[in-house]
C-alpha cells in the first residue's frame, strides 16, 4: 500500500476545503419548502425561496395568485391532484 506524503494530504485538505466554499458561497446545496406542510400558502413559500430552491405542492385546491419574480431558477413541482384555481378578475402581474 502507498503510504501518503504529508504534502499530499494536505493537498487533499485543501481542494476539499476550496470546493465546499465555492458550494458555500454560491448558495450551497438547494432547498425543498413543501406547502401546506411548512408554508400554507404557495406565495408564501415562493417568497421564502432562493433561486434555485424547489417548492413540493401536496395534492389539494389552492385558492391564490401566485407571483414570482427576482428568483432564478425556482422549481414548483406539484403532486399528482395539486390544483392551482385562478377565478375571474383575476389578472396577472
Do not use: F
Not at 465546499?20 to 415562493?46: D, H, K, N, R
Not at 391564490?64 to 428568483?71: H, K, L
Request: aromatic share 8%; with cysteine; charged share 15%.
Amino acid at each position: 500500500m502507498k503510504k501518503h506524503t504529508e504534502l499530499e494530504i494536505k493537498a487533499v485538505a485543501a481542494q476539499t476545503l476550496l470546493w465546499l466554499g465555492v458550494a458555500l458561497a454560491s448558495g450551497g446545496w438547494a432547498a425543498e419548502l413543501y406547502v401546506p406542510a411548512q408554508y400554507s400558502t404557495i406565495q408564501a413559500a415562493v417568497n421564502a425561496a432562493a433561486s434555485g430552491d424547489t417548492i413540493r405542492i401536496a395534492a389539494g385546491d389552492y385558492y391564490e395568485q401566485t407571483v414570482i419574480a427576482d428568483r432564478n431558477c425556482l422549481t414548483l413541482a406539484g403532486e399528482p391532484g395539486a390544483v392551482i384555481h385562478a377565478w375571474n378578475g383575476m389578472t396577472p402581474t
